[in-house]
T-cell receptor, first 113, second 112 residues
Framework: DVKVTQSSRYLVKRTGEKVFLECVQD?????MFWYRQDPGLGLRLIYF???????EKGDIPEGYSVSREKKERFSLILESASTNQTSMYLC????????????FGPGTRLTVT | KQEVTQIPAALSVPEGENLVLNCSFT??????LQWFRQDPGKGLTSLLL?????REQTSGRLNASLDKSSGRSTLYIAASQPGDSATYLC???????????FGKGITLSVRP
């Protein structure tokens, strides 16, 4: 079974703090993704990566950065957390082969106060 | 720009009913379509993946169909159970390496 894990289920941070969200997958997938999910807005792609040290902006990259130093790990960084970044953050991975499914982690509920 | 719509946003049915969840998309040039289930406060679980060349996929009580030309997919749930209560999302992929575009989901409640 594919397993995608996220470092925290719940996180509370203060405005201005630097926040790291970690995602690890154990299936040697090339592709990894970070989404945020908000009521009424659905899932929106923040960043994705097709390979180690490679990253591409998604639909809403502003205020975020990412790091992928190892194939299995994809980190989302909030350089200076703001209250409008309070959200559910979901990580996903998939093989870089045609037609394969995307697998999601359990999510991190981040609250910025 | 691809847009994915799921209507209604919420649905409540009695246990045992067969039901259909709808998904529509604006650009018919899709690579595949995926249906997900999400329980409250949890991540997404993949239910079914339909390639653009396929018409339907089945898994247990679930059957998903795809009509690319009309930009529609349906998820059929047979003999619904309270445990089916969740949010169901569909997502389309525009190309082999392109990103998924998600609908906002349908929140299903199955009443005992």
């Amino acid at each position: 079974d594919v397993k995608v894990t996220q470092s925290s289920r719940y996180l509370v941070k203060r405005t201005g703090e630097k926040v790291f969200l970690e995602c690890v997958q154990d299936m040697d997938h090339e592709n990894m993704f970070w989404y945020r999910q908000d009521p009424g807005l659905g899932l929106r792609l923040i960043y994705f990566s097709y390979d180690v040290k490679m990253k591409e902006k998604g639909d809403i990259p502003e205020g975020y950065s990412v790091s992928r130093e190892k194939k299995e790990r994809f980190s989302l960084i909030l350089e200076s957390a703001s209250t409008n970044q309070t959200s559910m953050y979901l990580c996903a991975s998939s093989p870089n082969r045609a037609g394969y499914e995307q697998y999601f982690g359990p999510g991190t509920r981040l609250t910025v106060t | 720009k691809q847009e994915v719509t799921q209507i209604p946003a919420a649905l409540s049915v009695p246990e045992g009913e067969n039901l259909v969840l709808n998904c529509s998309f604006t650009d018919s040039a899709i690579y595949n379509l995926q249906w997900f289930r999400q329980d409250p406060g949890k991540g997404l679980t993949s239910l079914l993946l339909i390639q653009s060349s396929q018409r339907e996929q089945t898994s247990g009580r679930l059957n998903a169909s795809l009509d690319k030309s009309s930009g529609r997919s349906t998820l059929y749930i047979a003999a619904s159970q309270p445990g089916d209560s969740a949010t169901y999302l569909c997502a389309v992929r525009g190309g082999a390496n392109s990103k998924l575009t998600f609908g906002k989901g349908i929140t299903l409640s199955v009443r005992p």
